[in-house]
């Protein structure tokens, strides 16, 4: 069975970073790509980052380029979004997604975690 | 402001058809699959059409997805209770070279 665990949300202050991590079970990570999904309170959905498997080639979203990180640790079958220069802007839950092709651009999200809430906010 | 457009509000009353649209542009819906998410206040997202037309298993054939031009469709016939929910399109964008997203529709069931 497919499960996704996030972990590492909390508050935060304007300029600080955090680490999110998905504990990934039920399937190697390393063969599928994988996304950061946030969103707002009350709000839509937006794509954050993607890593395909293997190679791992890495996406974001224009809003977050030069700040995330997305990674991931194949012996541990995680993965992170590492955040830095983080913004009130950047307050949500924010989702692990797995996805169902080991390219970013064709994998959709077959299965998600319950996701972390990232505040950011002095 | 999302990259797809979605109406932010569909209703029916039990047993009708509702059809949800997302409008999108040459560089997303026009040139890649757009695929489905229903999502229940509290829940995360779940997976309901992918690849334009095809359902998961599970997914009852009450609902069937569609893609024309830049536009997607979502529809619900025999409408039920339990599909009150918040539904978002979502698909590739070559331009931005990311996933977007339609802003949701919140569909009530009266």
């Known amino acids: 069975e497919v499960q996704l665990l996030e972990s590492g949300g909390g508050l935060v202050q304007p300029g600080g970073s955090l680490r999110l991590s998905c504990a990934a079970s039920?399937?190697?990570?390393?063969?599928?790509?994988m996304s950061w999904v946030r969103q707002t309170p009350g709000k839509g959905l937006e794509w954050v980052s993607g890593?395909?498997?293997?190679?791992?080639?890495?996406y974001y979203a224009d809003s977050v380029k030069g700040r995330f990180t997305i990674s991931r640790d194949s012996s541990k079958n995680t993965l992170y979004l590492q955040m830095n220069s983080l913004r009130a802007e950047d307050t949500a839950v924010y989702y692990c997604?797995?996805?169902?092709?080991?390219?970013?651009?064709?994998?959709?999200?077959?299965?998600w975690g319950q996701g972390t809430l990232v505040t950011v906010s002095s | 402001q999302s990259v797809l457009t979605q109406s932010p509000s569909a209703s029916g009353t039990p047993g009708q058809r509702v059809t949800i649209s997302c409008s999108g542009s040459?560089?997303?819906?026009?040139?890649?699959?757009v695929n489905w998410y229903q999502q229940f206040p509290g829940s995360a997202p779940k997976l309901l059409f992918y690849s334009s037309d095809q359902r998961p298993s599970g997914v009852p054939d009450r609902f069937s997805g569609s893609r024309s031009g830049t536009s997607a469709s979502l529809a619900i016939s025999g409408l039920q209770s339990e599909d009150e929910a918040d539904y978002y399109c979502s698909a590739w964008d070559d331009s931005l070279n990311g996933w977007v997203f339609g802003g949701g529709t919140k569909l009530t069931v009266l």
């Open positions: 040459s560089s997303n819906i026009g040139n890649n699959p």
């Open positions: 039920g399937f190697p990570l390393s063969s599928y790509a």
């Open positions: 997604a797995k996805g169902a092709h080991i390219v970013v651009m064709i994998a959709f999200f077959d299965y």
């Open positions: 890593i395909g498997g293997s190679g791992g080639h890495t």
